[in-house]
């Protein structure tokens, strides 16, 4: 069975830095990409960014070029969003969702970690 | 980038309803669009991918039509579970979703 396990919630205060995870199993890990998407709270999907864990090559939305970073460890199946200096605006739920690379069918997603950022 | 117009951003109605929501974007996709389902506290559920494909285990109630630029999501008779919000997104370079349809009940 295909799944995508992430990290528990976290609680931050501003100017600290995070990691989440998104470790997946059912599948060989190196053939779809993983994206990362956010959702603040009452609001829509947006996309962040993916990666291609075969070679941890990365495409980044432009809202968020810069403020996050997105990798991978093939060896243990999982994929990485972190921030180096979180704010309270970066509070949300993040997905990750497995994408096949050759016919961008993303059909699993992961159960959502919620971040709160606050002082 | 390509943006991606959903509407109606909400929509009422009642068990039994035929439901449409389209989504229009800025420039052609081909039939590279996806819709999901998306209830309180839930990751998204994929219904349709390549615009008409319905996913695996997905009820036939629902469908999807389109190509290049319009797009629509039809719920053939709309049933208690489906109240939720509904997202279309493309595919075609990297990924951008539409606003979202809230569907609530009448």
């Known amino acids: 069975e295909v799944q995508l396990v992430q990290s528990g919630a976290e609680v931050k205060k501003p100017g600290e830095s995070l990691r989440i995870s998104c470790k997946g199993s059912?599948?060989?890990?190196?053939?779809?990409?993983i994206s990362w998407v956010r959702q603040m709270p009452g609001k829509d999907l947006e996309w962040m960014g993916r990666?291609?864990?075969?070679?941890?090559?990365?495409n980044y939305s432009p809202s968020f070029q810069g403020h996050v970073t997105i990798s991978a460890d093939r060896s243990i199946s999982t994929a990485y969003l972190q921030w180096s200096s979180l704010k309270a605006s970066d509070t949300a739920m993040y997905y990750c969702?497995?994408?096949?690379?050759?016919?961008?069918?993303?059909?699993?997603w992961g159960q959502g970690t919620l971040v709160t950022v606050s002082s | 980038d390509i943006q991606m117009t959903q509407s109606p951003s909400t929509l009422s109605a009642s068990v039994g309803d035929r439901v449409t929501i389209t989504c229009r974007a800025s420039?052609?996709?081909?039939?590279?669009l996806a819709w999901y389902q998306q209830k309180p506290g839930k990751a998204p559920k994929l219904l349709i991918y390549k615009a008409s494909s319905l996913e695996s285990g997905v009820p036939s109630r629902f469908s999807g039509s389109g190509f290049g630029t319009e797009f629509t999501l039809t719920i053939s008779s709309l049933q208690p579970d489906d109240f939720a919000t509904y997202y279309c997104?493309?595919?075609?370079?990297?990924?951008?979703f539409g606003q979202g349809t809230k569907v609530e009940i009448k």
């Open positions: 059912g599948y060989s890990f190196t053939n779809y990409w």
């Open positions: 420039q052609s996709i081909s039939s590279w």
């Open positions: 990666i291609d864990p075969s070679d941890s090559y990365t």
């Open positions: 997104q493309q595919y075609n370079s990297y990924w951008t």
């Open positions: 969702a497995r994408q096949d690379i050759l016919t961008g069918h993303t059909g699993y």
